[in-house]
Each structure stands twice: as structure tokens, then as C-alpha cells.
């Protein structure tokens, strides 16, 4: 597994003792320690017809140990052959493809001897690679023309990279990406607003970034600005909609660099992605991506674009060193996405969305092992998408405001800001973060928070005794409405947001009637609300209570959208009975082919579980 070294000081009444932490990421066979990739340089050629990407990954080679084997990671890859640049000339020189390991994919060790200082690998991906997913022109809204995306985060980059990978190494990148002449190429990278449709494009991400944030997509792609720093990419059907839905984005951006610092990645654009992007979003840098379904129509959801765009600090600037980190990505971007909700739409929608957050945190700690409800959590090699919960990102977030209200915000925004600064373009394990905040906030602050207490949020299970509880006044309000309404009393709703109702929705006692479940629906069309998850939280109640009507609508949500968190607890559901659970498995029959491969694997574990077919 991937090692590196860690150099940590630690200042003792004045003393400086160095500490060796080791940390290990337990998701990669990279050996950084020993040879390291700084630089990738790709040419790939997108082949729709075969569902593959093929070309060369070409690195920049540093050696570190006196070592000449390169470890990389690989996933269903197939290695043409390896190459070393050794005077003036490309020269082949041997690999080995090791066995496939259940969920790491497979080491690919090439010799790289001791003077070359460049490694060329020519290879092709399989059309099941588990980071891609592949469209039809059917499957996609203009029906014209094929789609093509990533997802590498957390451990996919290996199955259309061969790459080390893991969030310990920073490398930069360029990439010539070759496409049918009519469709655009997009990446984490400088992407040009003015380039014409062409068949190969050139882009280049200069700033050093984990492998995780390597990013593709290929498809029928607009683009239209917001600012002069903001633009979107998508098919036509919905530019218009989503520069409307995004249009705060540059505010955001400023009211962020208000508080944490400087923008570092020039431009922030935004890719919405078909319906079937199996993430709300994902912060690949310089270049968001983002599912259509936040594209409300009422700018509701954008909690999302503030939460990716937070992540240009908290995991893009600043990353965590391995999985087992995540909270140091998704707690702080919890929390920065929250403070950026607050300085633009004020306390109370930000208070909400906090409550909204708790009351998810919650129903995961009353179903989760309790020690997976730990923040530094142990995944051994288990698959980092399979243990996905909200213990990182809310939890995470809690501790932050934990924080925040112990020390005050001024001192707590100045410390964020420093460490900002501090770890830029590095990766940081939990370990280096706590020896950090004890030199920097708890040690400059004594008496306020103990390590111990630190120790007990970040490596205990379930919530410290005195933990924030996040209410909301607006939502005290709804459930007062709610009484009078359960007793055939009339609700109030023009002053509702999506908030509002989720939060009604989400807490409607399970022995409603079925007379009140359809007053609702013939009030408040809930059964054809297009806000997707306003209709998640009904479909959801209306599989619980056996509430029919909403049964065809059902089966079109699930056709419809492949974003994982609205599909899965629809299925997991469904699965409950002996009766909806065959039903589920012909909607999901019907609805595979469009779903990404992580949705697919998600809900195949849901639906035909072992012992079960
Ligand atoms: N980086 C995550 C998505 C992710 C995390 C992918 C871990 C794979 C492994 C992204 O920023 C995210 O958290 N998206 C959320 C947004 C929400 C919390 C506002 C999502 O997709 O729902
Ligand atoms: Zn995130």
C-alpha cells in the first residue's frame, strides 16, 4: 500500500521534537516514497462506437529512494506496452499486470531503471471502466449526439488512467483529447469559452492536483458566461435554465474569498451532466460538475454550487492525504458551503439547511456499525463507495462549528483562513490537522477545548455528550402548521421554500391517514412536483404508506434520474416487501442501461442481495 512520509513538528514549551507519522492510504499500491509522478501528459482518442478511450499516459518520473520499479494503480485496463525516454529515443522497457484484487484493481509495475526521466504507457480502457460512463445519443436530451463523463473520485481515475492513485500525490497535467469533430471535449483544466468544435482539443490544469480531480468529459456541449470568471457547459436544452438557476455564483465567489482567501484556480466554470450523473456535484477543479437535477427553476438547490465551490479551498487547495480523511474534505466543505449560504441569503436559510443536514446525520447514526460512525474512520481495503455516509461530511461540519462557537467566529474564520494557507496544494492527513489546530488554536487559546475533546470528535462513534444540535425557527413553525393541518386544519404555504416542504414532508407522522396523504397530493400536486427532491421525499413516503397514485410517477422519477442519493433509498424502500421488491427489479431492469456503473453496483447490492435471487 502506498506510504509516505510525514514530517511533523511539534512545539513543546518552546523544544521543537520532529515526529515521524506514517500514514498509509490503504486504496492505492503507489509507493510515493520510492518514485513519484509529478507530471502527466495524455493523448487519448475517444472511441464512442467501442465505448473506449485509448492512448498513452506519458509521466515525468522522480525518484526518491534508490528504486527503479514504478508502481501505478490500474482497474480493468489493458497495458499495450511501457516505454522509457533514453537518448533521444522512446525505448520499450518490461511491465507486470499483477492479479486483480477485489476492490483495488490491479498493480502495474513498470521498470523504470535509474537515469530515464520519462515513462510512456500506451493503453486502452474497457467499455465497463467504473469511472466512465457512456450515452447513447438516445440517452441523452438532444437525442443528436453520444456523451461520455468521469467520476474518479474516490478510487475510478485507475480505470481510465494507469495512475498512482491516491490523494497523497499532487501531479499536474496536460491532455490532447481526440473527438468526433462535432462534440465538444471538457476537463478540469483551462477550457477555452471560444473554442470552435474541432477534433482534438488541448488542455492543460498547471496547478498540482490529486488524481481524484482528473476529470473528462466529451459530449453536444453550449457554453454560456455568467461573469467574466463564470460560465456554464451544457447541451443547449438547459444552458439558459442553469446560467439562471447559478447566477450567484460569482457572489459566491467573492463572499468566500471574503472570508477564506484568495479564488487560486482563475476561472470557475460549471458542467451540468446528463441526468444519469450518479453525484449532486462533484468539485472537479476549475470545473465543476453538476446534475440537472438542481436545476429547479426556483434557485433552491444551489447549496450545491456553493458546497462544490467551497471544495476550491476545503479538498481541492487543501486535500486529505487518504480515504480514511475524507471528513477533511467533505466537513470543512460542509461547513464553508454553509457560511457561504449564510453571507448571501442571510441566518435563517442557512440555519435550515444546517437542521436539514442533522436531521440526515441522525437516520445515519441509527443505522450505521458504530465504528463507522467515526470520523477518522478504519475502512481497511474496504471499497470507499460502499461505506459513503453523512459521518464525514456532517459530523465533520459539526466539529467546525463546534469550533467556531467555543473560540468565536473571528478567531475560528482567521485560524481557517491561516490553514488555508498553510497547507496549499498539499495533502494532510487527520494526523497533521490535529497537530496543526493544537499549535494554532488550541495552544493560543488554552482552556478552551482540550486534545482530548478534539480526540473524542474525531476518532470517537456517534456525537460528543455536548455536540451543536442545529434547530430551526422556520422550522418550528412548519411543525406547529402541521398539527393544526393533521387535524383537517389549513396550511400556510405561500411564504414555503423547497425547505420548508422537505422539512414537512420528511416529518409527517408514518400513521398519517391515507384521506390526509391525498388531501396533500390534490392540494399541493406533490405526486408531479418537478423539484427533485421535494419528489424524492414524497415518492419516498408514498412507497411507505402504499399511496398508489404516485405509483406511476414513481417509475418514471426512477427511469429518469440515475443521481444515486434520489434512487437508492427509493429502492432500498421498494425492497422492504416481497411485492414492491419485484416490481423495483423490472423498474430497475428497465432502467440499468442508463444508469452509471456506481449506481448500478449500488442498487444491484440493494436489490439482489446475496442469498435473495
Ligand atoms: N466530492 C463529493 C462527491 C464524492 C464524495 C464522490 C466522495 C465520491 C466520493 C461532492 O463534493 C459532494 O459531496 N457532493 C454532494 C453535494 C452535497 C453534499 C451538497 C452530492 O453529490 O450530493
Ligand atoms: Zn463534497
Redo the contacts with the bound molecule.
Sequence with gaps: MSRLLLLSSIVVSGMTLSATVQAEDQHSFAELDRVSTPHLELDLTVNFAEKQLEGTATYNVSRHADADELVLDTSDLTIHKTELWLNDKWQETPFTLAEPHETLGQKLTIQVGDSSEKVRIHYETAPTASGLQWLTPEQTAGKKHPFMFSQS??IHARSWIPIQDTPALRLTYDATIRTPDQLRAVMSADNALTAERSDAYELSMPQPIPPYLIAIAVGDLEVKSISDKVAVFAESYIIDDAAWEWADTPKMIEVTEAMYGPYRWDRYDLLVLPPSFP?????NPRLSFITPTVVSGDRSLI??IA??LA?SWS?NLVTNASWRD?WI??GF??YV?NRIMEAIFGKRRAQMELALGYQDLLGDLETLAPADTVMNIDLGTRH??DV?SQIP?VKGQLFLVYLEEKFGRDVFDAFLRDYFDAFAFQSISTEQFKNYLQQNLLAQNPGVVSMEKVDEWIHGEGLPEDAPRPTSDAFEQVEKQMMVWLKGGQLQTTEWTTHEWLHFINNLPLDISAVNLARLDREYALTTSDNAEIAHAWLKLSIIKKYEPARERLRSYLLSIGRN?LVAPLYRELARTPDNLKWAREVYQEARSGYHPLTQSVNEAILYQEGDE
Design positions: 473520485q474516490p453525484f449532486g456535484g462533484m468539485e447549496n450545491l458546497h462544490e471544495h479538498g475524507l474534505n467533505e466543505t460542509s458551503e470507499p463507495d459513503f461530511y442519493k
